[in-house]
């Protein structure tokens, strides 16, 4: 298990303020979208204070949740408790995941690809869970298509990652998950309502193998 920070408990407080107004003028609404697609047994990657809690639809048969930060996995584990939802919180990271290959129908990455720490590991371990027919449910951050903007936002990554807790904004993560073998479906680019430039190239979409 990570230790608990000072930081990591700061980000963990802020987390929801610091996202209320987007949330608010459509990224709620994104997620809403996103997850009216999930079913069957789902898995969540980097749930973080649960923001994605109250949009799980009926077709989901069993959550679990995985949180690998202290602070954010006891806000989460406090809004399932809160909710009374049937939802089983696991503190792990993405790169290593404590589950049965082809355990689950849907795993669901929100905003999570741009911290993980190793991208390809985690859509491997992402490969290796889902059952035969699964999918992978999507919405990130991502580098922005134009090379002016895409190298402004290497430049603030270093920056970015020391204050949002590891958060890279400059990762090609469609391009990723292509490469780890998936098939891009229903890929749909958005902005992030309300956030800074840097942040605001959104990639949608669902991914088979
Ligand atoms: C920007 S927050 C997103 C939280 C949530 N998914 C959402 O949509 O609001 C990124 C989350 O990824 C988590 N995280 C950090 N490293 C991770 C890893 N290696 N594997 C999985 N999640 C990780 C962080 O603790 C944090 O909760």
Same mark, same amino acid.
């Given at each position: 298990m990570?230790p608990?920070?000072?930081?990591g408990r700061?980000f963990a407080?802020l ?5 209320? =107004?987007?949330?608010?003028?459509g990224?709620?609404?994104l997620?809403? @979208? ?5 079913r *069957? !047994?789902? +898995?969540?990657?980097g749930?973080?204070t649960?923001?994605n809690?109250g949009h799980y639809?009926a ?12 602070p954010?996995?006891a806000?989460?584990?406090?809004g399932v408790?809160a909710r ?5 919180v696991v503190?792990?990271?993405?790169e290593e995941?404590?589950?049965a290959d082809?355990s689950?129908d849907?795993? =669901?990455?929100t905003?999570?690809?741009c911290?993980?720490?190793d991208l @390809? ?5 992402? *490969? !290796?869970? +889902?059952a035969?027919g699964?999918?992978l449910l999507?919405l990130e951050?991502?580098?922005h298509?134009d090379?002016?903007?895409a190298?402004?936002?290497e430049r ?8 949002a807790?590891g ?13 780890a073998?998936?098939?891009?479906r ?7 309502p309300?956030a800074?430039?840097v942040l605001?190239?959104?990639a949608?979409?669902?991914?088979t193998?």
């Amino acid at each position: 298990m990570r230790p608990m920070t000072l930081w990591g408990r700061i980000f963990a407080t802020l987390y929801e303020p610091a996202l209320r =107004v987007s949330e608010r003028n459509g990224l709620s609404d994104l997620r809403a @979208g996103l997850l009216a697609g999930a079913r *069957g !047994r789902t +898995l969540e990657l980097g749930a973080g204070t649960g923001l994605n809690l109250g949009h799980y639809p009926a077709a989901v048969s069993e959550l679990v949740l995985t949180e690998p930060e202290p602070p954010m996995a006891a806000k989460l584990e406090a809004g399932v408790r809160a909710r009374g939802l049937p939802a089983r919180v696991v503190r792990s990271g993405a790169e290593e995941l404590p589950f049965a290959d082809a355990s689950f129908d849907t795993v =669901v990455a929100t905003l999570v690809f741009c911290t993980v720490t190793d991208l @390809g590991r985690s859509l491997d371990e992402v *490969g !290796r869970v +889902l059952a035969p027919g699964g999918q992978l449910l999507y919405l990130e951050h991502v580098r922005h298509p134009d090379p002016a903007r895409a190298r402004r936002q290497e430049r603030l990554t270093p920056i970015q990652r020391r204050v949002a807790c590891g958060c890279h904004l400059d990762r090609a993560t469609p391009a990723a998950i292509a490469q780890a073998g998936f098939e891009l479906r229903d890929e749909r680019h958005e902005h992030f309502p309300k956030a800074p430039g840097v942040l605001q190239p959104l990639a949608i979409g669902r991914a088979t193998r």
